[in-house]
């Protein structure tokens, strides 16, 4: 129902609008009633439009990656840096990866833009250990899910391995707790090749979802990061959290003696580097040591030696 006027509109916009708010109205439960939300209706069609622009844009190389280093906590060593995504927009500017990986797992564009930040990745940290032969520098890359169910991950990684040149070892993949989870068959299978082979898995975001160390310890998994919600309750010297303490410091522990080593993720302080490190965390990653910077950034860090 129209009940309002409304501004500026023409009779097609109208119809448009009216018919979107039936959709909400039916998709958020029977016997409901909705209003027109332009916002929403922004957000929907910004939606919709990025969706479809996915893989034209994985063609087009409208995507670049940052670099954030892995810092050792007890020697302020780079001993690695996450690549992060970032979608050049040409018409939103440029996009955070919770804009549009989202959409990708979604679209199965995941696919051929998770291929594409491996093969840069790579060949970046291929450069760097060319460049810097001693200062290995190990480049940690997002995996999504849906690039172990639905494409020959061992199959990408190996070519792109041997197309770079980077030696497996300087190659870490980064999983979610979910993503793993359950894997049995050909997933774990994949892992269990990419291990052998001599990649690294990280369980990224680790605490967030079932946090099953046994489990995980069956696996061929080498790193945990630690989730960013564990080192806030670091932060306050305010209000200092001593439960979130004692709990990173057991689950360091367990995780030790399950031979896997821990990255504190969002480390934005000093004094949390230095707890975490106090409490035997082997890496971190933060602000406090770099945001998210472009490769040359890295580059320059390396060949100064100086500690971010
Ligand atoms: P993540 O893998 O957990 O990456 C860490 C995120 O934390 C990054 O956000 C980083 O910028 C942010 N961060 C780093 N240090 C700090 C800090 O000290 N404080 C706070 N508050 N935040 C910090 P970003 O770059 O926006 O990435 C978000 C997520 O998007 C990533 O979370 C990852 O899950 C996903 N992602 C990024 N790149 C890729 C990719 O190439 N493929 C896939 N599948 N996912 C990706
Ligand atoms: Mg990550
Ligand atoms: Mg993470």
Redesign the pocket.
């Known amino acids: 129902m129209v009940e309002r006027p409304a501004a500026g509109t023409h009779a097609t916009e109208l119809m448009q609008a009216a018919d979107t708010t039936l959709y909400w109205a039916k998709a958020d439960g029977k016997a409901r009633w909705t209003l027109f939300d332009p916002e929403r209706n922004a957000h929907r069609m910004t939606r919709q439009t990025l969706s479809n622009t996915l893989r034209p844009a994985v063609e087009r190389e409208e995507f670049d990656?940052?670099y954030?280093p892995l810092v050792g906590l007890g020697d302020g060593v780079v001993r690695g840096v996450?690549?992060?995504?970032?979608w050049r927009h040409p018409q939103f500017g440029t996009l955070?990866?919770?804009r549009f990986?989202g959409l990708?797992?979604e679209t199965g564009a995941?696919v051929p833009?998770?291929r594409w930040?491996l093969a840069t990745?790579c060949r970046q940290a291929r450069r760097w250990q060319l460049d810097h032969p001693d200062e290995p520098l190990v480049v940690s890359?997002?995996?999504?899910v849906r690039?172990v169910w639905d494409s020959d991950l061992v199959a990408d990684v190996a070519g792109i391995l041997a197309e770079t040149g980077l030696p497996a070892s300087l190659l870490q993949l980064?999983l979610?707790e979910s993503a793993v989870m359950g894997s049995a068959g050909r997933p774990l299978q994949q892992l269990q090749a990419l291990s052998d082979m001599g990649v690294a898995i990280a369980i990224?975001?680790f605490g967030t979802g079932y946090s099953n160390l046994a489990y995980l310890s069956r696996l061929p998994v080498s790193t945990l990061?630690l989730?960013?919600s564990f080192?806030h309750g670091f932060r306050a010297e305010e209000h200092p959290n001593p439960a979130d303490e004692t709990i990173v410091e057991a689950l360091v522990q367990l995780a030790h003696r399950l031979g896997l080593t821990v990255t504190a993720?969002?480390?934005?302080s000093a004094e949390q580097a230095e707890r975490l490190g106090r409490i035997g965390c082997d890496t971190g990653?933060?602000?406090?040591y770099s945001?998210?910077v472009p490769a040359d950034r890295i580059s320059a860090l390396l060949s100064t030696g100086v500690r971010p």
Request: glycine share 8%.
């Open positions: 990656l940052q954030q996450e690549a992060l995504v970032r955070a990866p919770n990986i990708a797992e995941i833009l998770g930040v990745a890359v997002n995996v999504a690039q980064e979610t990224d975001d990061k989730d960013g080192v993720e969002c480390v934005e990653q933060g602000w406090f945001r998210p």
